[in-house]
């Protein structure tokens, strides 16, 4: 599956949850992503095995004008604010709107709070964003990639979500074969 991955602002940590989801580790001294990287990982999942094609887009604004070309081809999308700044999850919802009228129509998306560890310092109630992650029917998770809380767990709850490759590895034009799962919206939490 593709997964269009990108933030709102740099330094919220984006490329630290894909850096620990695909490496399992952390490192406090990663440079910003210029453009976009891309990262593969396959995991198990029940009787199944998974496999991310994650792009990982640059926060700073200057290379917005990029990411149509990722999230376009996307099966889902996760967005990440820092929940220890309230700017970057109002900005947030500008990449939310952005996906919803130019991606595509059944785009799986995930709204990540990163940096729960450092909750003594939150600017953004979990309450709220969880609140707007209902509203928009997307996954809410708060994340930790320094301390790996729910790393994992975003990417299962992702891979639960959108359609699965048939079993002759072929259907729709990007090779999904569409099962709609209940519109419930789980949550996880940090800390």
């Known amino acids: 599956m593709t997964l269009f991955y990108s933030s709102v602002d740099t330094g ?12 399992d580790n952390f490192d406090p001294n990663i440079n910003p992503t210029i453009g976009a990287s891309f990262m593969t990982k396959t995991v198990q999942y029940q009787n199944e095995l998974h496999k991310f094609l994650i792009w990982d887009t640059a926060g700073q604004e200057r290379f917005r004008a990029l990411a149509p070309m990722y999230y376009r081809g ?8 820092d929940i220890t ?5 109002q900005t947030l919802k500008n990449w939310v709107k952005e996906l919803r009228q130019h991606g595509p129509p059944n785009i799986v998306v995930a709204i990540a709070g990163n940096k729960c560890d450092l909750s003594d310092a939150r ?15 997307a996954i809410f998770v708060e994340t930790s990639a320094k301390n790996a809380i729910n790393i994992n ?13 048939d079993a002759g590895g072929g259907a729709a034009g990007n090779g999904f074969k569409l099962r709609r799962r209940p519109s419930e919206t789980r949550t996880r939490t940090c800390c």
């Open 85 to 89: 700044k309230e700017d970057s999850f």
């Open 123 to 137: 600017e953004v109630s979990e309450k709220d964003a969880k609140d707007y992650a209902d509203s928009i029917h």
């Open 12 to 23: 919220v940590g984006k490329s630290s949850i894909v850096w620990r989801f695909v490496e």
């Open 153 to 165: 767990e975003v990417f299962i709850e992702i891979s639960q979500r959108i359609p699965v490759l």
């Open 74 to 81: 996307s099966a889902a999308a996760i967005i990440v604010y």
